[in-house]
């Protein structure tokens, strides 16, 4: 296998972020003119016992139905062709009019599901693994959704969390402790001159979401520590970002910028789309809004797709300031302008002091994420020598999994609700968006070693490393993660000898 069959495989599966509704690859027709002749043959040949063990092995026993080749002299108007497409065209419309018939039969079992739920509702409430809502004023009734009985028993957890220590067993009243913490933290913040130093100590162990928005706030360096210039700052700084909006947004039409902008339109309904919040065209023209003036600020990088997904924590932060109820099923049309305007000037530029530490992941090439990834390898390699060696012989390349780790900040392996918690520290930390993740990456990775060291064969791995299993942490798997992460940057980082072999 050459090295650049190798790095087609990688590019084409390794961490690109999928297009909804592309799933499937294109019908081969060399496949298509013999299946009418060969459907009712019983293959003779033997099914292969076992898995590809390496990538060489996968890569050579896997046909790509990509690469069709010769589809140029293909004769589609044969007949075989013509009947294949007939007969499967009238089978899908038979079997689509018969499951819109069986919906239409059994309209009164839905209509007692949905006999609670008031009228005025524009967005439906849902857990974060049901499908979109869907509007009331739909004419169809269709039957009600049900979790798949084989998740986890543990109940799934609101977006946002209400309690700042809440766990993945449930949100259970607030405690001695936590009420003690959220005091503390409204007289560090009401004081004259807030100790951002003690502020951060605070805010390690996770923020308490009374409090989250201006902490974050504080911790980015958008706000001020004296608490008489904030209201002032605040003011200076959403009108200077409607000002960009004024003198740069009209030129998305323009021809040097219709790429830019046609990559941040593709890539905004990808953005959680499981989430109805996300969904709404209100926000999405506000991302657009601060994702396009973001990349005309920034030129040396311009917009890359990853940071699409930096928005939305800030976003749902800064949002939950205004929403006593769970932030994931909002109706933002239910805000004042004045409040959106709020919202979307904050998000942007909270999200650019962010960015503003990690430009090199996104300028070209990405160097920042090149080094990261040969960093935790070295790490790895000296943490667990064991889970390091399995992926070399099974060639498993620490870019085809963690690329991703460091471009979108473990926000695609980890639910918003965690992402959000893993922020708190991650502002609590110096250079914690860059140096920290790092060892939180590895702590993470280390975190599934058992799983790891259980594949035998570089599908296995590649499908494991970038599917893990934590749609229902909370709080808690968060916080263990984090300790673990520490511990690793104490051993480590504060002893580089110990990081060389």
Known sequence: LTTVQKDQFFWRSAFFIPVYGAQHPPLDPRLTKNFIKERSKVSTVPLKNKKASSFHEFARNTSDAWDIGDDEEEDFSSPAFQTLNSKVALATAAQVLENHSKLRVKPERSQSTTSDVPASYKVIKSSSDAQLSRNSSDSCLRNPLHKQQSLPLRPVIPLVARISDQNASGAPPMTVREKTRLEKFRQLLSSHNTDLDELRKCSWPGVPREVRPVTWR???GYLPANTERRKLTLQRKREEYFG???QYYDSRNEEHHQDTYRQIHIDIPRTNPLIPLFQQPLVQEIFERILFIWAIRHPASGYVQGINDLVTPFFVVFLSEYVEEDVENFDVTNLSQDMLRSIEADSFWCMSKLLDGIQ???????????KKVKALEELVSRIDEQVHNHFRRYEVEYL???????????M???PLRCTIRLWDTYQSE???FSHFHLYVCAAFLIKWRKEILDEEDFQGLLMLLQNLPTIHWGNEEIGLLLAEAYRLKYMFADAPNHYRR
């Open 244 to 246: 960009f909006i004024e």
């Open 430 to 432: 110096p250079e914690g």
């Open 218 to 220: 504080l911790l980015s």
């Open 360 to 370: 090199d992941n996104y300028t070209f090439a990405q160097p920042g994420i090149q």
């Open 400 to 410: 085809q999994f963690a690329f991703r780790w460091m471009n979108n900040l473990l």
């Open 412 to 414: 695609r392996e980890l």
